[in-house]
């Protein structure tokens, strides 16, 4: 996805580093940096961690029109209502329209300085305003923080990112169940638990927690075997 | 909504004070802290920048299960998939589940040591296990953004918090753009811009970037300016 991370006019070069690092946990890897007061330099690659190769390959221009001429949609991020451009518009509801564009030309996420923010000549340069919602009384999210969330809210909802694989539990089938149902059933009534009468009610619950929880095969065997050991223990 | 930001064997404490920034950021300020290395201590202050209040009143406990002793649902998030416990599911799909659960107790969102994660038996004491989809080659999201992105997902969900007030301009009602499109097609004729049999086409073209721009009362009558300059001089 040709997403262009902008940071314009940054401050402090371990934000940008930290921003590297936010970009690369989610699959992005194209920074351009307009006019940063330090870079390179060693904090920089210090908070990038592991994402120095981010760093590396990051442009520095002189201006935001440099840094995204080739782009046919420019989002830029605010936190505070601006009088003299757009609407600000949620990040969320501007994803399928982010996306829609990345499909044929890169799309750039612009992010101002971290005290003034993008100033109103950059906001003219971007077609879109996303403000990321936040707590009115205190909406200081840093600067890598708010790059970590827009980068995250792009490749949640591109599902870029598949989950890692896990210990594959084999799932129970119906067959398992049925079988860990009747076992338990007839163990209940040997013990006496319920009055014959009111099994019913008893093995209809733990029907219901049984497809709730949707049983592992491993499960089954290890209640049937829990089972079997109550069984044995009462038959002495 | 009743989330409480569990921390676990935490071992720097300038992450506690993200985390809480984080938090905050987000508009939440339930904060508990298991066994942490360090805490109090005047990193997780720095780093906390405006969120004193939340490490204030952090608490600190002994045990996983003293954290979230009162809440009913408690998500485990990890970075890697875990043989031993449940599957991990992306953040987002569990949010419908800990929204509904919010709504009557608090949800505790647990988070690991920084390098380790969370223990299999810390996840045991967990419900859920809840991944935040990311980079295989590099997910290292560090602790902070991590609960940021975690904490931005639900509020975002939830639509807690409203778009910051904007400049509020008023929008042109059909009246105005009908006025502008006649000044404009008469102007235009005037011009002998354009044939007096071609004129539909470029008027249609003009109607439908008014459409899709959605104009402003104040850019209509911008635009009716610039046009009644132009007559004048075309009249001289």
Redesign the interface.
């Known amino acids: 996805m040709p997403i262009r991370i902008v940071l314009s006019q940054t401050s402090h070069p371990g934000n940008i580093g930290a921003a590297a690092?936010?970009m690369?946990?989610?699959?992005f890897a194209d920074l351009a940096l307009v006019s940063p007061r330090h870079f390179p330099d060693p904090d920089a690659v210090a908070m990038a961690?592991?994402?120095a190769d981010v760093l590396q390959a990051a442009r520095v221009v002189g201006s935001l029109e440099a840094a995204i001429a080739d782009c046919t949609l420019a989002v830029g991020f605010s936190?505070?209502?601006?009088?003299?451009?757009h609407?600000?518009?949620?990040?969320?509801s501007l994803v399928p329209e982010i996306l829609g564009a990345a499909a044929s030309a890169p799309v750039a996420l612009v992010f101002g300085n971290e005290t003034s923010g993008l100033s109103n000549e950059e906001l003219l340069r971007c077609q879109r305003l996303a403000?990321?919602?936040?707590?009115?009384a205190?909406?200081?999210?840093?600067l890598?923080?708010a790059v970590?969330?827009a980068c995250?809210?792009l490749?949640?909802s591109a599902?870029?990112?598949?989950?890692?694989?896990?210990?594959g539990?084999e799932a129970a089938t119906r067959e398992d169940v049925e079988g860990l149902v009747a076992h338990l059933e007839s163990a209940v009534q040997e013990s006496s638990y319920l009055d014959p009468g009111h099994a019913g009610r008893f093995m209809e619950r733990m029907r219901r927690l049984f497809a709730r929880a949707g049983l592992e095969r491993a499960e089954v065997r290890a209640l049937r075997g829990m089972l079997a050991a109550f069984e044995k223990k009462m038959r002495r």
Chains 1, 2 share one sequence.
Request: net charge positive; proline share 8%.
């Open positions: 690092r936010a690369k946990t989610m699959g961690a592991g994402a936190a505070r209502g601006r009088d003299l451009s609407a600000p518009a949620a990040l969320r403000h990321i919602p936040a707590n009115p205190y909406s200081s999210l840093n890598a923080a970590q969330v995250y809210e490749a949640a599902g870029t990112h598949a989950l890692p694989a896990s210990g539990a």
